[in-house]
Protein backbone atom coordinates (compact mmCIF):
# COMPACT_ATOMS: atom_id res chain seq x y z
CA UNK A 1 0.00 0.00 0.00
CA UNK A 2 1.30 3.01 -0.60
CA UNK A 3 0.03 6.83 -0.68
CA UNK A 4 1.39 9.93 -2.03
CA UNK A 5 0.79 13.26 0.18
CA UNK A 6 1.56 16.90 -1.75
CA UNK A 7 1.42 19.25 0.86
CA UNK A 8 1.22 23.48 0.61
CA UNK A 9 1.73 23.87 -3.23
CA UNK A 10 0.74 27.24 -2.85
CA UNK A 11 0.66 27.43 -6.71
CA UNK A 12 0.40 31.63 -7.58
CA UNK A 13 2.65 34.35 -7.93
CA UNK A 14 6.03 34.38 -5.99
CA UNK A 15 6.54 37.35 -3.71
CA UNK A 16 8.43 38.23 -0.06
CA UNK A 17 6.95 36.18 2.92
CA UNK A 18 4.36 38.12 4.76
CA UNK A 19 5.90 37.60 8.03
CA UNK A 20 9.41 38.16 7.08
CA UNK A 21 9.47 40.72 4.66
CA UNK A 22 12.10 41.12 2.36
CA UNK A 23 12.90 37.41 1.99
CA UNK A 24 11.16 35.14 -0.41
CA UNK A 25 11.43 31.81 0.43
CA UNK A 26 8.66 30.22 -1.93
CA UNK A 27 8.87 28.86 -5.32
CA UNK A 28 4.87 29.48 -6.33
CA UNK A 29 5.65 30.69 -9.57
CA UNK A 30 7.72 27.44 -10.42
CA UNK A 31 5.32 25.21 -8.24
CA UNK A 32 2.88 23.80 -10.47
CA UNK A 33 5.63 23.47 -13.68
CA UNK A 34 7.57 21.42 -11.16
CA UNK A 35 4.29 19.08 -10.36
CA UNK A 36 3.90 18.29 -13.72
CA UNK A 37 7.22 17.43 -14.54
CA UNK A 38 7.06 15.01 -11.60
CA UNK A 39 3.52 13.45 -13.26
CA UNK A 40 5.36 10.96 -15.06
CA UNK A 41 7.16 9.35 -12.22
CA UNK A 42 4.20 10.06 -9.72
CA UNK A 43 2.58 7.71 -12.29
CA UNK A 44 4.67 4.74 -12.61
CA UNK A 45 4.60 4.17 -8.61
CA UNK A 46 0.77 2.84 -9.01
CA UNK A 47 -0.33 4.97 -5.66
CA UNK A 48 -3.43 3.07 -4.04
CA UNK A 49 -4.46 7.39 -3.37
CA UNK A 50 -3.01 10.71 -3.74
CA UNK A 51 -3.78 13.51 -1.12
CA UNK A 52 -3.60 17.36 -1.67
CA UNK A 53 -2.93 18.30 1.52
CA UNK A 54 -4.62 22.10 1.71
CA UNK A 55 -3.36 24.88 0.27
CA UNK A 56 -2.78 24.00 -3.18
CA UNK A 57 -2.95 27.88 -4.11
CA UNK A 58 -1.52 31.43 -2.90
CA UNK A 59 -4.12 33.86 -3.08
CA UNK A 60 -4.34 37.40 -4.27
CA UNK A 61 -6.97 40.05 -3.72
CA UNK A 62 -8.01 39.41 -7.63
CA UNK A 63 -10.45 36.81 -7.65
CA UNK A 64 -9.97 36.94 -11.55
CA UNK A 65 -6.20 35.72 -11.15
CA UNK A 66 -7.24 33.31 -8.72
CA UNK A 67 -9.44 31.75 -11.05
CA UNK A 68 -6.69 31.37 -13.66
CA UNK A 69 -4.53 29.67 -11.17
CA UNK A 70 -7.39 27.51 -10.41
CA UNK A 71 -7.73 26.63 -13.74
CA UNK A 72 -4.15 25.76 -13.89
CA UNK A 73 -4.31 23.97 -10.92
CA UNK A 74 -6.74 21.54 -11.92
CA UNK A 75 -5.62 20.58 -15.73
CA UNK A 76 -2.58 19.67 -14.29
CA UNK A 77 -3.80 17.45 -10.98
CA UNK A 78 -6.38 16.40 -13.22
CA UNK A 79 -3.45 14.15 -15.08
CA UNK A 80 -2.28 12.03 -11.56
CA UNK A 81 -3.45 8.39 -11.34
CA UNK A 82 -5.43 7.89 -9.53
CA UNK A 83 -7.50 10.88 -9.20
CA UNK A 84 -6.36 13.35 -5.71
CA UNK A 85 -8.67 14.06 -3.20
CA UNK A 86 -8.26 17.60 -1.72
CA UNK A 87 -8.01 18.43 1.32
CA UNK A 88 -8.70 22.36 1.52
CA UNK A 89 -6.57 24.82 3.18
CA UNK A 90 -6.72 28.37 4.80
CA UNK A 91 -5.17 29.62 1.57
CA UNK A 92 -7.89 28.03 -0.79
CA UNK A 93 -10.98 29.03 1.76
CA UNK A 94 -9.39 32.59 1.57
CA UNK A 95 -9.55 32.58 -2.39
CA UNK A 96 -12.88 30.90 -2.81
CA UNK A 97 -15.37 30.45 -0.46
CA UNK A 98 -16.62 26.82 0.22
CA UNK A 99 -19.52 27.06 -2.03
CA UNK A 100 -17.60 28.64 -4.52
CA UNK A 101 -14.96 25.83 -4.40
CA UNK A 102 -16.64 22.92 -4.49
CA UNK A 103 -18.43 24.69 -7.45
CA UNK A 104 -15.43 24.66 -9.41
CA UNK A 105 -14.32 21.13 -8.52
CA UNK A 106 -17.30 19.54 -9.61
CA UNK A 107 -16.98 21.74 -13.28
CA UNK A 108 -13.90 20.18 -13.40
CA UNK A 109 -14.50 16.30 -12.77
CA UNK A 110 -12.35 16.91 -9.63
CA UNK A 111 -13.07 14.89 -6.34
CA UNK A 112 -15.22 17.15 -3.62
CA UNK A 113 -15.58 15.13 -0.92
CA UNK A 114 -13.31 17.48 1.14
CA UNK A 115 -13.53 15.42 4.18
CA UNK A 116 -14.12 11.31 4.01
CA UNK A 117 -12.71 8.11 4.74
CA UNK A 118 -11.27 5.25 2.47
CA UNK A 119 -11.21 1.74 3.94
CA UNK A 120 -8.55 -1.05 2.64
CA UNK A 121 -8.34 -4.52 4.08
CA UNK A 122 -6.76 -3.83 7.58
CA UNK A 123 -6.85 -0.36 7.62
CA UNK A 124 -8.62 2.83 7.12
CA UNK A 125 -7.87 6.13 5.83
CA UNK A 126 -9.67 9.22 7.31
CA UNK A 127 -9.45 12.78 6.03
CA UNK A 128 -10.62 15.74 7.96
CA UNK A 129 -11.54 19.61 7.00
CA UNK A 130 -11.83 23.27 9.43
CA UNK A 131 -14.30 26.25 9.76
CA UNK A 132 -13.72 28.89 11.62
CA UNK A 133 -16.38 29.98 14.41
CA UNK A 134 -17.58 33.12 15.23
CA UNK A 135 -13.71 34.31 17.15
CA UNK A 136 -12.59 33.98 13.79
CA UNK A 137 -10.91 30.53 15.12
CA UNK A 138 -9.78 27.65 13.38
CA UNK A 139 -12.28 24.02 14.73
CA UNK A 140 -13.18 21.12 13.49
CA UNK A 141 -17.13 21.58 13.57
CA UNK A 142 -19.28 19.89 16.55
CA UNK A 143 -20.98 18.16 13.14
CA UNK A 144 -17.78 16.90 11.91
CA UNK A 145 -16.92 15.33 15.45
CA UNK A 146 -20.03 14.08 15.76
CA UNK A 147 -19.27 12.29 12.23
CA UNK A 148 -16.36 10.53 13.67
CA UNK A 149 -18.31 9.24 16.76
CA UNK A 150 -20.92 7.50 14.56
CA UNK A 151 -19.50 6.96 10.99
CA UNK A 152 -15.72 6.17 11.63
CA UNK A 153 -15.05 2.43 12.51
CA UNK A 154 -13.72 2.49 16.16
CA UNK A 155 -12.19 -1.06 15.63
CA UNK A 156 -10.05 -0.66 13.00
CA UNK A 157 -6.09 0.84 13.09
CA UNK A 158 -6.72 4.53 11.84
CA UNK A 159 -4.12 7.08 9.42
CA UNK A 160 -5.65 10.27 9.71
CA UNK A 161 -4.57 13.74 7.75
CA UNK A 162 -5.26 17.15 8.19
CA UNK A 163 -4.07 20.56 6.91
CA UNK A 164 -4.25 21.95 10.51
CA UNK A 165 -2.21 20.54 13.47
CA UNK A 166 -4.20 18.80 16.19
CA UNK A 167 -1.36 19.01 18.65
CA UNK A 168 0.24 22.44 19.98
CA UNK A 169 3.39 22.42 18.13
CA UNK A 170 6.23 23.54 19.61
CA UNK A 171 7.16 26.27 16.84
CA UNK A 172 10.62 28.18 17.84
CA UNK A 173 12.13 28.60 14.73
CA UNK A 174 9.66 27.77 12.60
CA UNK A 175 9.27 30.28 9.60
CA UNK A 176 6.11 31.01 9.70
CA UNK A 177 4.83 30.57 13.34
CA UNK A 178 7.18 31.31 15.65
CA UNK A 179 5.21 34.36 16.95
CA UNK A 180 1.63 33.02 16.44
CA UNK A 181 1.79 29.17 17.70
CA UNK A 182 -1.71 28.97 17.56
CA UNK A 183 -2.23 29.66 13.84
CA UNK A 184 -0.89 26.38 13.17
CA UNK A 185 -3.17 24.01 15.61
CA UNK A 186 -7.27 23.52 15.43
CA UNK A 187 -7.90 25.78 18.34
CA UNK A 188 -10.60 22.82 19.93
CA UNK A 189 -7.75 20.37 19.81
CA UNK A 190 -8.67 19.09 23.18
CA UNK A 191 -12.30 17.76 21.62
CA UNK A 192 -10.50 16.34 18.47
CA UNK A 193 -8.28 14.60 20.96
CA UNK A 194 -11.01 13.25 22.82
CA UNK A 195 -12.80 11.82 19.27
CA UNK A 196 -9.36 10.21 17.96
CA UNK A 197 -8.99 8.37 21.33
CA UNK A 198 -12.51 6.79 20.81
CA UNK A 199 -10.67 5.46 17.99
CA UNK A 200 -8.05 3.44 16.82
CA UNK A 201 -5.90 6.03 15.59
CA UNK A 202 -2.44 5.14 15.04
CA UNK A 203 -1.01 8.21 12.68
CA UNK A 204 -2.07 11.44 12.29
CA UNK A 205 -0.57 13.63 9.66
CA UNK A 206 -0.81 17.52 9.11
CA UNK A 207 0.61 20.19 6.69
CA UNK A 208 0.67 23.87 7.17
CA UNK A 209 3.16 24.57 9.23
CA UNK A 210 5.77 23.58 6.78
CA UNK A 211 7.76 21.77 9.60
CA UNK A 212 8.79 18.10 9.59
CA UNK A 213 8.40 16.81 12.56
CA UNK A 214 6.73 13.87 14.91
CA UNK A 215 5.21 13.87 18.75
CA UNK A 216 3.68 10.90 20.31
CA UNK A 217 0.52 11.59 22.93
CA UNK A 218 -1.55 8.85 24.16
CA UNK A 219 0.03 6.20 22.36
CA UNK A 220 -1.24 7.91 18.82
CA UNK A 221 1.57 9.57 16.88
CA UNK A 222 1.46 13.44 15.33
CA UNK A 223 3.23 13.90 12.09
CA UNK A 224 3.61 16.90 9.60
CA UNK A 225 5.12 17.10 6.56
CA UNK A 226 6.95 19.45 4.64
CA UNK A 227 5.89 21.99 2.52
CA UNK A 228 6.01 21.47 -1.93
CA UNK A 229 7.06 24.80 -2.46
CA UNK A 230 8.66 26.25 0.13
CA UNK A 231 12.63 26.16 0.55
CA UNK A 232 13.48 24.96 4.60
CA UNK A 233 16.67 27.25 3.85
CA UNK A 234 17.07 30.74 2.82
CA UNK A 235 18.11 29.61 -1.37
CA UNK A 236 20.15 31.62 -3.84
CA UNK A 237 17.79 29.92 -6.19
CA UNK A 238 14.40 30.96 -4.80
CA UNK A 239 12.70 30.54 -7.92
CA UNK A 240 13.54 27.00 -8.46
CA UNK A 241 10.35 24.89 -6.46
CA UNK A 242 11.96 22.45 -4.25
CA UNK A 243 9.80 20.11 -5.05
CA UNK A 244 9.03 18.00 -1.82
CA UNK A 245 6.68 15.39 -1.84
CA UNK A 246 5.90 12.46 0.42
CA UNK A 247 4.62 9.18 0.48
CA UNK A 248 3.01 6.74 3.26
CA UNK A 249 4.09 2.89 3.08
CA UNK A 250 1.93 0.25 4.79
CA UNK A 251 4.32 -3.00 4.54
CA UNK A 252 2.66 -5.87 7.08
CA UNK A 253 2.66 -4.50 10.25
CA UNK A 254 4.84 -1.25 9.83
CA UNK A 255 3.85 2.71 8.64
CA UNK A 256 6.56 3.85 7.02
CA UNK A 257 6.36 7.79 6.39
CA UNK A 258 9.03 9.76 3.80
CA UNK A 259 9.67 13.12 2.34
CA UNK A 260 11.57 13.53 -0.52
CA UNK A 261 13.10 16.39 -2.78
CA UNK A 262 14.60 14.69 -5.57
CA UNK A 263 17.14 11.91 -5.16
CA UNK A 264 17.08 12.66 -1.31
CA UNK A 265 14.77 11.60 1.69
CA UNK A 266 14.08 14.59 3.66
CA UNK A 267 12.45 13.28 6.63
CA UNK A 268 12.10 8.88 7.24
CA UNK A 269 9.77 7.91 9.98
CA UNK A 270 8.97 4.39 10.92
CA UNK A 271 6.27 3.13 12.98
CA UNK A 272 5.52 -0.84 14.17
CA UNK A 273 1.82 -1.57 14.84
Known amino acids: MKVLLLADLHVGESRESTTHL ?20 F ?29 NYASVIAKLTPSVINILGNHDLLAFPLEETSQLF ?8 FFGVKKYDSFQIVWLDFERNQGNETILSSERLNWLEKEIDAKI ?66 ASVPSFSEHLLISEDVEKCPSVYSELYLENSSIILKSWSGEF ?3 NFELKL
Open 106 to 113: LKRNLITN
Open 43 to 71: NTKNYDAIFQMGDYIREVKDHEKNLITFA
Open 157 to 222: PTIIFTHYSVIPQQTTGNFLFEENPSGATYSNSKEILRAFSKLNTKLVISAHSHWIGVQEVNSTHF
Open 265 to 267: CLF
Open 22 to 41: GIIRQANSDSLNSLEKLIPL
